[in-house]
């Protein structure tokens, strides 16, 4: 019997059961746009994670005071300066950490930084925001911030700063334009750089000997963190287990008492990254179980078209048709059911990547998803998938129908 007959065999028996076929195409419908969905949105997940870290310098590691609770720093501007725990005397970062960790040759550059809340006068309007001080001399060279208009601080600078765009655009009623002054806890500042809007919106960066004049219990030669850049992304592992054991041995404290932590770009990037997938498994699993039950009901759906079809299938072999024949088109009919099922929660998957999950604003931390459609391997696979299911959940009951006898065939009621 050849192919084409078989298909039009296989169409003809998916037609003439309507309700059933449909209430079991519904079910895969359902798996399919739920797996695809799923993925999809993991996908677009992934792509925001790895778009927010792909301007981050990954060979930026900070060291902050305190252990259980210190917090990670992306570097200076980047979170709006490195901010640490509630620490002790004894947790503080000074100059003697900073000779301590000029052992390790990792390093390029280093400097520390401290951070606090000022307020910030212009035009008689007045608001609280974050001041970082950092090394000017250094800072540039770790930071690969952008900017609107202005330029980086220099080595030269004093009571200078850099600011972020809302700073300079949106928070007072007059815009902030370069070599404008600002009055910082009473003392006038002169702005030399307005960084691009994204670059920490809110931040205010400035020499650390003028800072530490502006920012409240600040004092000289003891930092909130200490941001250090290492040469390479390929040696900031080694780099991390070198500044923890010089640390370690500066500071007199074993391991169990370690009162400082060391944080890196690159091991945020990769955790992030790792917690996505870890949920998109996760949710594509849960998803996953609709197929299954998609799947007992294609099984279900051909074990009835085998008793329905039984005098046909017992005419078809008095005439010659082998059990080969008979087997291809109850296969062809259940991977027919796939396919429409497939195809159907294609079409459905694409309409809740493009229109729902973006209307609901799923988020992920600070990562907000939104996706733009399915891509074709992803619909392909969909399809695949369907079909597949289609073939092995039909594969028993056409089996079964190919080995009935023609003369019990003929005779069933």
Do not use: C
Not at 234 to 261: C, G, P, Q, T, Y
């Amino acid at each position: 019997m050849r192919y084409k007959t078989s298909l039009k065999l296989a169409t003809n028996i998916l037609l003439h059961s309507k309700i059933r076929s449909w209430l079991t195409i519904i079910g895969i419908v359902i798996g399919v746009a739920s797996v695809v969905s799923i993925v999809a949105l993991g996908d677009a997940m992934t792509e925001s994670v790895e778009s927010s870290f792909e301007d981050m310098d990954l060979t930026i590691i900070t060291v902050t005071p305190g252990y259980s609770g210190a917090q990670s720093s992306m570097g200076p501007g980047r979170s709006g300066g490195g901010g640490a725990a509630t620490t002790t005397d004894e947790d503080e970062l000074t100059d003697k950490d900073i000779m301590a960790l000029r052992s390790v040759e990792e390093i390029e550059y280093m400097y520390g930084q401290i951070s606090g809340k000022a307020d910030v006068e212009y035009t008689g309007e007045t608001a609280s925001l974050s001041v970082t001080g950092v090394d000017p001399q250094v800072w540039k060279y770790t930071s690969n911030m952008d900017y609107d208009s202005g330029r980086a601080l220099e080595p030269s600078d004093n009571y200078a700063a850099v600011i972020g765009y809302n700073v300079a655009n949106e928070l007072f009623d007059q815009p902030i334009g370069v070599n404008r002054v600002i009055t910082v806890e009473d003392k006038s500042v002169r702005v030399v750089g307005i960084l691009e809007d994204g670059e920490s919106n809110n931040a205010i960066i400035m020499p650390i000997d003028a800072a530490i004049n502006i920012i409240d219990d600040a004092e000289k030669d003891v930092y909130g963190s200490i941001v250090i850049k290492v040469e390479d992304e390929e040696v900031v592992e080694s780099a991390v287990e070198e500044i923890e054991n010089a640390l370690l041995i500066s500071r007199h404290v074993a391991e169990k008492d370690r009162d400082f932590s060391v944080t890196d770009s690159k091991s945020q990037m990769d955790g992030v990254s790792d917690m996505v997938s870890s949920m998109t498994y996760f949710l594509g699993a849960i998803a996953a179980v609709s197929l299954i039950v998609g799947a007992v009901g294609i099984a279900n759906t051909m074990f009835t078209s085998v008793m329905e079809k039984t005098k046909e299938i017992g005419t078809m072999k008095a005439i010659g048709a082998k059990n080969g024949d008979i087997m291809i088109i109850f296969v062809m009919n259940s991977a027919l059911v796939g396919f429409v099922g497939g195809f159907l929660g294609i079409v459905l998957g694409e309409i809740v990547s493009r229109v729902i999950i973006p209307m609901s604003g799923f988020q992920l931390g600070r990562t907000t998803a939104s996706t733009t459609g399915l891509s074709p391997e992803l619909m392909v696979l969909g399809i695949g998938l369907a079909m597949l299911i289609g073939v092995i959940s039909g594969v028993i009951p056409a089996y079964s129908a190919s080995k009935m006898k023609p003369i019990d065939a003929l005779r069933y009621e």
